[in-house]
């Protein structure tokens, strides 16, 4: 992956060969963002459509590249990116079908506070709505107890855990799984996309400045290509090593050789 340490390539040359290199990225790995792998293993659902969505989001970002005005925006979606990314590398690193199905659980929590909203706007009245409010609520008493705090409220992620906290329990359990490069990278990305996300006074301070805003757009453009590049292709590998293990051969080879060899060419100015 590469990192924002990188020298002796300006940030324009950056731009151009992270658009470049994922352009490529995007084009191989279409069979397998299409494809339904064999396997009904929770993580390797989890991991079908967080890859998909990746690849969705890596997609919006390359074509936001066009313009770096449009960094800011960029960053907000690598942001997401970063938080799917990590939270596998969390499950992989812990115990990734418990966490899967954990993840898949959380589901009925966040369905129930749906519902509430729905009671609270009288928006129950069709006999479908009222169908699913019904099967949701007879799930989330299933699953509840397992997502309750000491204190009687509930988990508002589904580990309890925002990406700071995957990346500890990572740090520990697998502590050469990120380079410190890595994580100082994948930490300040993480920090840049939720100060651009949210109405946040320092990030809103630098349009007080048109020198200032240019220098901020470009910079945000090229942290955002270069982790989302970093990140789908980790995905990426992760995705194929899990196919393959569900298929019992090895699948896609030829797609995860040629990633490598992009990342080989990203990390190499």
Same mark, same amino acid.
């Given at each position: 992956m590469a990192t924002l340490e990188d020298e002796g390539i300006s940030r324009t040359d950056l731009i151009?060969?992270? $658009?470049?290199?994922? =352009?490529?990225?995007?084009? /191989?790995?279409?069979? &397998?963002?299409?494809?339904?792998?064999? *396997? $009904?293993s929770a993580f390797l659902r989890v991991m079908e459509t967080s890859y998909?969505?990746?690849?969705?989001?890596?997609?919006?970002?390359?074509?936001? =590249?066009?313009?770096? /005005?449009? *960094?800011?925006?960029? =960053? &907000?979606?690598?942001r997401s990116m970063l938080e799917d990314s990590v939270s596998i590398e969390y499950m992989?690193?812990? @115990?990734?079908?418990v966490k899967a199905q954990r993840f898949k659980d959380f589901y009925f929590v966040q369905a129930k506070e749906d519902n509430e909203y729905i009671k609270e706007q009288g928006l129950t009245d069709h006999p479908d709505i009222k169908e699913s409010v019904a099967e949701i609520d007879k799930e989330y008493e299933r699953v509840k107890a397992d997502f309750k705090l000491s204190d009687g409220r509930y988990m508002r992620s589904w580990d309890g855990k925002d990406v700071d906290g995957m990346l500890r329990d990572i740090k520990k359990i697998k502590p050469k799984l990120f380079s410190k490069e890595q994580i100082k990278t994948i930490s300040r990305a993480y920090l840049m996309g939720n100060r651009k996300a949210h109405f946040n006074p320092i990030d809103l301070m630098i349009y007080f400045d048109e020198d200032a805003i240019k220098a901020s757009y470009e910079q945000s453009m090229v942290e955002a290509l270069l982790v989302a590049l970093g990140m789908y292709i980790r995905l990426t590998t992760r995705y194929? @090593?899990?196919? =393959?293990?569900?298929? *019992?051969?090895?699948?896609y080879h030829v797609i995860a050789k040629r990633t490598r060899e992009l990342l080989e060419e990203m990390d190499n100015n």
């Open positions: 151009e060969k992270s $658009k470049r290199i994922i =352009s490529e990225l995007l084009a /191989i790995t279409h069979p &397998i963002v299409i494809q339904v792998p064999i *396997g $009904k998909r969505r990746a690849y969705h989001t890596l997609a919006a970002i390359h074509r936001l =590249s066009d313009d770096n /005005i449009l *960094g800011s925006s960029a =960053s &907000i979606l690598t992989l690193a812990t @115990d990734k079908e194929i @090593d899990e196919i =393959s293990a569900n298929a *019992g051969k090895n699948t």
